[in-house]
């Protein structure tokens, strides 16, 4: 599971729906203490500017959801720009905004806003306060926006730490791939739409060749890098969308929807010519079982039974080999 990024809007992130209603409640509380028809969280995308929240009022023309693009003249554009905070009390007698149609369409007055950061600093987009009258808003005003700004950021970096908090729970600290527990829980949702799609299930176990003999002659240390290493080798053969774990040691299990007969070849080959192109020493090597089957009627004892089947032709390989 990955933290909050910045590149996407954030109401299609996981777990975003902890965040969105507390969000909610703060601008409409903030909406309300200030007596502003309109107060919204806008993030900044590359593009396009969009509206997160918006105060449930009658009077706001603005709905969550709103897309603006960043070539339009309008408050939040400037927040984000300067990286500060804006304000603007008589906007329809000031000519820098008669462009802007927040002004001259929907005939706001007043913009109150401040630059709204990801946990990580950067820029993530603006709250503020929007009202139709001329203003002359004091410092109390100014206060309570930020303050607003503050428990908003807060809340953003709850659910980043929140996010990575499970991520340790599910993934293995080496690798960063799924442990078991991570892998029972994408397993879920992968099979979970492989039926919606009538597709089948494919799963990959393998093991490292000799890492015991690694670790005795090199020192563990050597044995935990070829362990990382094949782990990014994995995670660059299948897809985002596939469930990938470290199962013990130097065992990996992978299961992925199948939608070409041949994908676990191709997949195969790819891995293969990855490890093989590998110019750090001591080389390593794998050895690999398969099996797929319809994913019409699977559930987890069948899974577990998928996963048995693969864990021993994987070791009648490695038989072979020795």
Not at 101 to 125: K, R
Not at 246 to 258: S, T, Y
């Amino acid at each position: 599971m990955n933290v909050l990024s910045t590149n996407q809007w954030i109401t299609e992130q996981d777990k975003a729906e902890y965040l969105i209603p507390g969000w909610q409640r703060l601008v409409n509380l903030m909406s309300e203490l200030c007596d502003s028809p309109g107060g919204f969280i806008v993030q900044a995308g590359e593009d396009d500017y969009k509206v997160i929240i918006s105060h449930e009022s009658e009077e706001n023309p603005y709905s969550a959801g709103a897309m603006i693009s960043t070539d339009v003249n309008m408050f939040c554009r400037e927040v984000v720009q300067r990286n500060k905070e804006l304000y603007v009390g008589n906007a329809s007698e000031r000519p820098e905004w008669l462009t802007n149609p927040e002004v001259t369409q929907d005939g706001f007055n007043t913009y109150l806003g401040y630059p709204l950061h990801w946990p990580n600093g950067a820029i993530f987009g603006t709250i503020c306060i929007m009202d139709f009258a001329k203003t002359n808003y004091d410092d109390r005003y100014f206060r309570l926006i930020e303050h607003f700004r503050d428990m908003a950021e807060k809340e953003l970096e709850l659910l980043s730490k929140n996010i990575q908090l499970e991520s340790y729970a599910l993934n293995d600290e080496l690798t960063n791939l799924l442990n078991r527990k991570g892998f029972s829980l994408a397993t879920e949702h992968i099979i979970k739409f492989a039926k919606r799609e009538s597709e089948a299930i494919g799963v990959f176990y393998f093991d490292l060749d000799n890492l015991k003999a690694l670790n005795d002659n090199h020192g563990h240390s050597v044995g935990d890098q070829a362990i990382k290493k094949f782990a990014q080798h994995l995670t660059a053969t299948f897809r985002d969308t596939d469930a990938i774990a470290r199962f013990g040691g130097d065992e990996f299990l992978v299961l992925f929807i199948r939608k070409q007969p041949n994908d676990a070849d191709v997949m195969l080959k790819r891995l293969t010519k990855l490890v093989e192109s590998e110019t750090s020493h001591p080389s390593i090597s794998f050895s690999h079982g398969y099996t797929s089957s319809p994913v019409a009627n699977l559930n987890a004892d069948k899974l577990e039974c998928l996963i048995r089947i693969a864990d021993k032709k994987m070791y009648g390989v490695k038989r072979t080999k020795k």
